[in-house]
């Protein structure tokens, strides 16, 4: 079992930067990927970016390509988001793909959510 808290949320105008982290502690070496995901109200969740434990591939959604970034240093996956828009508003939630088999893009691949960190860009 794999424990994810995310942090570095909050409030930032439109233009600006934040730094998402997830700390990752337990048998994080099970988990072939963690993945950064997001949910605005009322839609659902969607896929952000993803990191390979081993190795360090990196995957981006359309929306994120450019602008953010995932990285990993040691037990913990950040993420950067730079040039951030309204539209990036959200809950971001950090999860664990604990199989090689199945898309890094698909939410249902993931199991081992954090509890989510809250993300507003005002305009």
């Known amino acids: 079992q794999v424990q994810l808290v995310e942090s570095g949320g909050g409030l930032v105008q439109a233009g600006g930067s934040l730094r998402l982290a997830c700390a990752a502690s337990g048998r994080t070496f099970s988990s072939y990927a963690l993945g950064w995901f997001r949910q605005a109200p009322g839609k659902e969740r969607e896929f952000v970016a993803a990191?390979?434990?081993?190795?360090?591939s990196t995957y981006y959604a359309d929306s994120a390509k450019g602008r953010f970034t995932i990285y990993k240093t040691d037990n913990t996956v950040n993420l950067q988001m730079n040039s951030l828009k309204p539209e990036d508003t959200a809950v971001y939630y950090c999860a664990a793909k604990p199989r090689v088999s199945g898309s890094l893009y698909h939410l249902k691949e993931y199991d081992n959510w954090g509890q989510g960190t809250q993300v507003t860009v005002s305009s």
């Open positions: 990191i390979k434990w081993s190795g360090g």
